[in-house]
């Protein structure tokens, strides 16, 4: 146990879900101090238990979770069930961080990305908003270069794991692999295939998932002079998201401050060797908690634009990992001191 850190009561609600499950996994790889855990599901899953550093623990309903007040509870149980009970963990004086997407654009609570804008948090903020997936990993390398050169614009166009989506998405890709038909959760199949269709289609032809990425990562850097149009796509990969990202700024930059401001941010890892072959990919995110970039190179047809590849693991960076990094941020500012 981080003995830098206060010990604590966790609860983790939706503790046997994919996101779930990665959280448990995140507590126990980054030490994170739980003096007790107290995983939390669905009425048909009360009973079950859950394993955490080596033991099975038994599996509570949020009712009984609630009672036992908890220090922090980390959330990722859908947004309707955040909008119900995270308002009554907060009035009994739990720190909340959740990781739906009910708060995210909120006026009244702040959506956090630790290395990028965990200054922001006060004592005052009980119910705290992980960003989306996608978001998330790009922030974390538009924050250095914000800061040196002022992003004015840009396009993000991302290739999204079946994981974002869930395991009835992970169950359809490997189905179709065995060459099985039934039921899936996408309207075409996945293998073999790009969907370029991420969350509902909106009225002005974007999708939910691709305005999130315009909206979220203006909260989340505290500017919305940033403009950012986004195309997402579902690709048959298991285990990460990648980005090919434009950006344009108002300032000149050099190709070395630029790698030497992405390699010096916290979480971020420059892999950017093309001449050694060696570039991001999800298969080497998977199961890491850094968010690698690469493919780095000036636009041939505008001086101040840059392009960049980014990588990172969805479900812990992306979910699990930031939501844990949020507690720890709380906990090392004295929250539970």
């Known amino acids: 146990m981080n003995a830098a850190l206060t010990p604590l009561n966790v609860a983790v609600v939706g503790a046997t879900g994919m996101v779930g499950r990665t959280m448990l996994d995140v507590l126990e790889t980054r030490d994170f101090p739980v003096a007790r855990l107290l995983p939390v599901a669905s009425a048909r899953s009360v009973g079950k238990t859950v394993r955490f550093k ?8 949020i009712e009984d979770a609630l009672a036992q007040t908890p220090h922090v509870a980390l959330f990722s149980a859908g947004g309707a069930l955040s909008t119900q009970w995270a308002p009554k963990f907060a009035a ?21 990305v630790p290395e990028v804008n965990g200054d922001v948090l006060t004592d005052g903020d009980l119910v705290i908003a992980n960003p989306n ?4 990993q790009l922030v974390m390398a538009l924050k250095p270069l914000h800061d040196r050169w002022q992003i ?19 169950a359809q890709l490997e189905a179709e692999r065995r060459g099985e038909e039934g039921p899936g959760v996408y309207p075409h199949p996945i293998d073999q295939n790009c969907l370029p269709h991420c969350d509902t289609f909106q009225e002005n032809g974007y999708t939910r ?3 999130k990425v315009h909206h979220e990562t203006k909260k989340i850097m505290g500017d919305d002079a940033i403009q950012l149009s986004c195309t997402a796509v579902r690709v048959p990969v298991v285990g990460g998201h990648s980005e090919a990202v434009y950006l344009e700024f108002a300032k000149d930059f050099e190709m070395d401050a630029v790698r030497d401001a992405l390699s010096s941010f916290p979480g971020v890892i420059l892999e950017d060797r093309p001449e050694d072959l060696v570039y991001p990919m999800p298969r080497n995110a998977h199961g890491k908690d850094e968010v690698f970039v690469g493919r780095l190179r000036r636009d041939l047809g505008h001086a101040r634009g840059l392009h960049l590849w980014i990588v990172a693991d969805n479900l812990r960076k992306g979910a699990a990992t930031n939501t844990v990094q949020i507690a720890e941020h709380l906990n090392r500012a004295g929250r539970w001191a």
């Open 54 to 61: 080596g033991e099975e623990v038994e599996v509570m309903s």
């Open 133 to 136: 997936c996608t978001t998330m």
């Open 152 to 170: 004015t614009r840009g396009v993000v166009n991302t290739y999204q794991s079946v994981t974002g989506t869930g395991q009835a998405a992970v």
């Open 92 to 112: 009994a004086g739990i720190t909340v961080v959740d990781n739906s997407s009910a708060w995210r654009m909120s006026d009244a609570h702040k959506l956090v």
């Open 209 to 211: 998932e691709e305005m």
